[in-house]
């Protein structure tokens, strides 16, 4: 069973704008982890954000913010004002608690000037 | 200085050749992952190492073998290559509990023909 699930199509967005990410996950799990990360064209992987499933408050890191909402098994990714650079594949993933991880299928961003 | 390097970057052969592909960190991180990434873009876990240990073995032909000589080292052995195998191969580090913060290598593109 899937246990990231990113649905969103290719997203355009316009330069400056904020873009939101959508990410659902499932989990029997109590302790658990979720981040994001980035991979442009040219193929790394890397690391933006995390949240653990005991944060109280949402996790934020410069441009990226993560809207954390536990009881809808939701951690979606916020990036405000785009950057032409911000263009690239964007994966949710989820560390449970034995260290196994699991990413989403991915979300294609490209930002229009 | 490069993180995490993977060589080679690319690698094309035939269907039922043996292929490495050998993974570096110098982070210092004491654990250590392969991932596979299809044409589709999804990215699936195969194996990590933690301290030359195997701690993660996920569903996967036992053509795949894994080899930690070091902490430093996991490279990842391939027999009687298939069509099926051609993807990109990513190599990871993280350090500890720090497991959902991973470093990834720049990948290594792998074409059976």
């Known amino acids: 069973a899937q246990k990231i699930t990113q649905t969103q199509p290719g997203m355009f967005v316009q330069e400056k704008e904020a873009v939101t990410l959508d990410c659902t996950y499932d989990?029997?799990?109590?302790?658990?982890?979720l981040f994001w990360y980035k991979q442009p064209s040219s193929g790394e992987m890397i690391f933006l954000i995390y949240?653990?499933?005991?944060?109280?408050q949402n996790a934020t890191e410069g441009r990226y913010s993560l809207n954390f909402q536990k009881a809808r098994k939701s951690a979606n990714l916020v990036i405000s004002a785009s950057q032409l650079g911000d263009s690239a594949m964007y994966f949710c993933?989820?560390?449970?608690?034995?260290?196994?991880?699991?990413f989403g299928k991915g979300n294609q961003v490209v930002v229009i000037p | 200085d490069t993180a995490v390097s993977q060589t080679p970057k690319y690698l094309v052969t035939q269907m039922g050749n043996d292929k490495s592909i050998k993974c570096e960190q110098n982070?210092?991180?004491?654990?250590m992952y392969w991932y596979k990434q299809d044409s589709k873009k999804f990215l699936k876990i195969m194996f990590s190492?933690?301290?030359?240990?195997?701690?993660i073995n996920e569903t996967v032909p036992n053509r795949f073998s894994p080899k930690s000589p070091d902490k430093a080292h996991l490279n990842l052995h391939i027999n009687s290559l298939e069509l099926g195998d051609s993807a990109v191969y990513f190599c990871?580090?993280?350090?500890?509990?720090?497991?959902?913060?991973?470093?990834f290598g720049p990948g290594t593109r792998l074409t059976v023909t």
């Open positions: 982070l210092g991180h004491d654990t």
């Open positions: 989990t029997s799990d109590p302790s658990y982890g």
């Open positions: 990871a580090s993280s350090q500890g509990n720090r497991a959902y913060e991973q470093y």
């Open positions: 190492y933690n301290n030359k240990e195997l701690i």
């Open positions: 949240q653990g499933s005991y944060d109280q």
């Open positions: 993933a989820m560390r449970e608690g034995n260290n196994r991880l699991a």
